[in-house]
């Protein structure tokens, strides 16, 4: 079972976990400087990252989620404001990539999309990355590539949406 948990410091704490356990710090938060790996830096900077992102009042631009499968945090799910549209993002830990999890969690991200009232959901991934590049034209979204980046939106219907159009 796929759920999303709102990030609080303990569901923080769970993701970072995951992450260290799953992905590369280059693949789920910004560069920082040393040496690679997730060194005693670079996992304060994560955490500092998602607190000054999602949990601290004065600096929050999205709402996070961990992303749960069958009770066991596997990566993080958002939606960030624009305008009339939400931006999603997800990453998944390597174990939990090519199982559908991320099928279901765009899904009820959508969910939360139409449930704000944007009118437009959109995402990026990389020209490189076919698996997100399918996901989201399975959605319905329009693709656009320029280079190696490619940008994805979805109108959203309903009642909300159609309003701010």
């Known amino acids: 079972m796929i759920t999303l948990t709102p990030l609080d410091e303990a569901a923080l704490a769970r993701l970072l976990e995951a992450a260290v356990a799953g992905a590369d710090p280059l693949e789920v938060m910004p560069p920082v400087d040393g040496p690679p790996g997730w060194t005693?830096?670079?996992?304060?900077?994560?955490?500092?990252?998602?607190?000054?992102?999602?949990?601290?009042?004065?600096?929050?631009?999205?709402?996070t989620w961990v992303i749960d499968a069958d009770g066991t945090a596997v990566g993080a799910a958002r939606l960030e404001p624009h305008g009339d549209a939400v931006e999603a993002g997800i990453w998944l830990s390597r174990d939990a990539r090519g199982r559908g999890i991320g099928k279901q969690v765009t899904a009820l991200l959508l969910a939360e999309a139409r449930k704000s009232g944007a009118a437009r959901?959109?995402?990026?991934?990389?020209?490189?990355?076919?698996?997100?590049?399918?996901?989201?034209?399975?959605?319905?979204?329009?693709?656009?590539?320029?280079?190696?980046?490619?940008?994805?939106?979805?109108?959203?219907?309903?009642?909300?949406?159609?309003?701010?159009?």
């Open 40 to 63: 005693p830096t670079r996992r304060e900077a994560f955490l500092a990252f998602h607190r000054a992102r999602s949990l601290n009042p004065a600096t929050a631009v999205e709402r």
């Open 121 to 165: 959901f959109i995402a990026s991934t990389t020209a490189g990355n076919h698996g997100a590049r399918a996901l989201l034209s399975g959605t319905g979204a329009a693709l656009t590539a320029e280079g190696d980046e490619v940008a994805a939106e979805l109108r959203l219907g309903g009642a909300a949406a159609a309003g701010r159009e």
